[in-house]
Antibody, heavy 123, light 107 residues
Framework: EVQLVESGGGVVRPGGSLRLSCAAS????????MSWVRQAPGKGLEWVSG????????GYADSVKGRFTISRDNAKNSLYLQMNSLRAEDTALYHC????????????????WGQGTLVTVSS | DIQMTQSPSSLSASVGDRVTITCRAS??????LGWYQQKPGKAPKRLIY???SLQSGVPSRFSGSGSGTEFTLTISSLQPEDFATYYC?????????FGQGTKVEIK
């Protein structure tokens, strides 16, 4: 059974930083690209960032480009999202997802999601 | 970036009704589109991949169609457990983008 468990969320002041983690199990982690998707309270889904199987190709939404960095550690079956220069509009539930990356001219689709970790940016 | 325009944003329907939701892409995306269902407080669940392929375990009353720029999700006979919010997601290129969502409510 595919399991994705996020951690690292919390309350942070505007301009602050936070690092999210996602522990993956139930599948061969380095066979898959991975991504982060967020949902602000009462709003729709927003794809945030994706990374291919070996970390060699990454992509970002315009809203986070230059502030967020996605990475992965295949030895630890883990995905990360380093979030810097946080803004109030980054407040959301952040989901780790299997798929959702692009590499070598093709992209994969998100097929499984974690339950999410809540990030609140507030002074 | 590819924009996905989803309509309607909400609809009211009765059990047994046929329901149709549409997503339009701002440029051609072949069949690189999926449909997701989200219930309150839950993670989304994939229903359809590659525009028209039914995810394993999803009831056959759900179907998807389309290619290029126009896509449709159809629920042939709405059931009580189908009241939820539905999203399309294009995975043709970075950044991947969602439609705005369609909330299906009980009439």
């Amino acid at each position: 059974e595919v399991q994705l468990v996020e951690s690292g969320g919390g309350v942070v002041r505007p301009g602050g930083s936070l690092r999210l983690s996602c522990a993956a199990s139930g599948f061969t982690f380095d066979d898959y690209g991975m991504s982060w998707v967020r949902q602000a309270p009462g709003k729709g889904l927003e794809w945030v960032s994706g990374i291919n199987w070996n970390g060699g190709s990454t992509g970002y939404a315009d809203s986070v480009k230059g502030r967020f960095t996605i990475s992965r550690d295949n030895a630890k079956n883990s995905l990360y999202l380093q979030m810097n220069s946080l803004r109030a509009e980054d407040t959301a539930l952040y989901h780790c997802a299997r798929g959702g990356d692009c590499s070598g001219g093709s992209c994969s689709q998100v097929d499984y999601w974690g339950q999410g970790t809540l990030v609140t940016v507030s002074s | 970036d590819i924009q996905m325009t989803q309509s309607p944003s909400s609809l009211s329907a009765s059990v047994g009704d046929r329901v149709t939701i549409t997503c339009r892409a701002s440029q051609g995306i072949r069949n690189d589109l999926g449909w997701y269902q989200q219930k309150p407080g839950k993670a989304p669940k994939r229903l359809i991949y590659a525009a028209s392929s039914l995810q394993s375990g999803v009831p056959s009353r759900f179907s998807g169609s389309g290619s290029g720029t126009e896509f449709t999700l159809t629920i042939s006979s709405l059931q009580p457990e189908d009241f939820a919010t539905y999203y399309c997601l294009q995975h043709n290129s970075y950044p991947q983008t969602f439609g705005q969502g369609t909330k299906v409510e009980i009439k």
